[in-house]
């Protein structure tokens, strides 16, 4: 099992055998070069008056001992406010700062909003949970074991189909070298079925991309329409997610962004802020910003989204064998808080960024953002997860006190 849940981050962990100049740069003058020290210094703006000494300890040494060019952290807690806080820079060549309303590649964090569209399906009785994929998606999977006959929705949702993850068979060389190429989902899921599976459905569990493609292909089956389109109709445009999007095979990000960068072993930074998304797709290709993400978990977790039945599926939670005591829902993750009780987020890896985000159900919401896919670094891994989980816990230690004024 892998410490995070990542979706491309394995494909630059991968590419330690490229070198710079076998890269096809999407933007040469940032190709490789490697930035200075990021500066040590913070910029934070704020609705309250909290100070957050410890979560700018750690946003700072992402971008100092870690490596990140740069870093943000957006805390909002209910009735109280909003800090954003930044550390280093969005370009190391020209060491402009990191926006606070930056918008960035989200990751896994896709799954948490396809997850949610499967699941108002199910609300409104066009899927069924517990019924077989092969229901919606009759021959799709089949082969060296894997049979859609055997797996149900909510397995594919929880991460227990025991399908092949199609991101540790994809030849990494063919994402840095061509980050344009388009990949269709059938593609993707074919290359997955090419492996036998991973273990009898509902038996273990394990992640999985290749859940969260189907997943996407099962949402255009039943509504007809592309499950990006539905992510815009159901859960973007009825919440104001404006900083949100499911770019398809657009290479762009945009708005105010930093550029993201890769660092396989023994080279520079590449800078792969522009890619086809298309091999994340409804798994990992969606964009967003610290202040949506925070809102878009705000609104799952009061239940603005699903009905009480569907949250509580997606609430039950499965141990994923990680010893901080990380367990999966259905799109969705729990994770103990040393200050006592849960929270609910996702963390995601793409090519060029890594975000973390988490929220608990009184109202505390916090999420990570650094420019640098550390490729299975555990640093640059355990300070993103320790971001979420102290701020969280800083914000109960102060979410009593008064609405202050921004500075």
Not at 205 to 215: D, E, F, G, L, R
Not at 310 to 318: D, F, I, L, S
Request: hydrophobic share 35%.
């Amino acid at each position: 099992m892998p410490r995070r849940t990542r979706v491309i981050g394995a494909v630059c962990a991968a590419a330690a055998a490229l070198t710079v100049s076998a890269a096809a740069p999407a933007h040469p003058a940032h190709a490789a070069r490697t930035p200075a020290a990021a500066p040590d210094t913070m910029n934070e703006t704020a609705t309250d008056t909290r100070t957050y000494d410890d979560t700018r300890r750690i946003l700072r040494r992402l971008t100092t001992a870690d490596g990140a060019p740069g870093a943000l952290a957006e805390v909002d807690v209910r009735h109280h406010g909003r800090t954003a806080m930044t550390s280093g820079v969005a370009d190391v060549t020209t060491r402009a700062p990191m926006a606070p309303d930056s918008r960035f590649r989200v990751g896994s964090m896709t799954k948490t909003f396809t997850a949610t569209v499967v699941l108002q399906l199910v609300g409104e009785h066009r899927v069924a949970l517990d019924a077989p994929v092969e229901r919606y998606l009759p021959g799709l999977i089949r082969g060296n074991g894997n049979d859609g006959r055997d797996i149900t929705v909510r397995q594919l949702l929880q991460q227990t189909s025991g399908l092949p993850d199609f991101l540790e068979h994809l030849t990494p060389q063919r994402v840095i070298e061509h980050p344009f190429t388009h990949y269709d989902p059938e593609d993707l899921v074919g290359l997955a079925l090419d492996h036998p599976r991973q273990f009898e459905p509902g038996t273990e569990w394990k992640y999985s991309n290749t859940n969260y493609i189907v997943a996407g292909m099962l949402i255009e089956k039943v509504t007809g329409k592309p499950y990006g389109t539905e992510i815009e109709r159901r859960v973007l445009q009825p919440l104001g997610l404006h900083d949100t999007s499911v770019p398809g095979d657009d290479p762009r990000i945009p708005g105010t962004h930093p550029r993201g960068y890769v660092k396989p072993p023994g080279s520079g930074l590449l800078d792969r802020t522009r890619y086809n998304p298309s091999v994340g797709g409804a798994a990992g290709g969606m964009i967003s910003s610290g202040r949506d993400i925070n809102r878009f978990l705000g609104a799952l977790l009061e239940g603005r989204l699903l009905h009480p039945a569907e949250m509580r599926a997606m609430m039950t939670t499965r141990p994923t064998g990680n010893p901080n005591g990380r367990a999966y829902g259905l799109g969705l993750e729990s994770l103990p808080l040393r200050c006592g009780g849960l929270f609910w987020g996702h963390t995601g890896d793409s090519l060029g960024f890594q975000t973390a985000a988490g929220a608990t159900k009184d109202g505390r919401r916090v999420t990570a953002m650094a420019n640098l896919d550390p490729g299975g670094t555990e640093a640059q891994d355990d300070d993103m997860d320790a971001l979420v989980t102290t701020a969280l816990c800083e914000a109960e230690a102060t979410k009593g006190h008064a609405h202050g004024h921004g500075h």
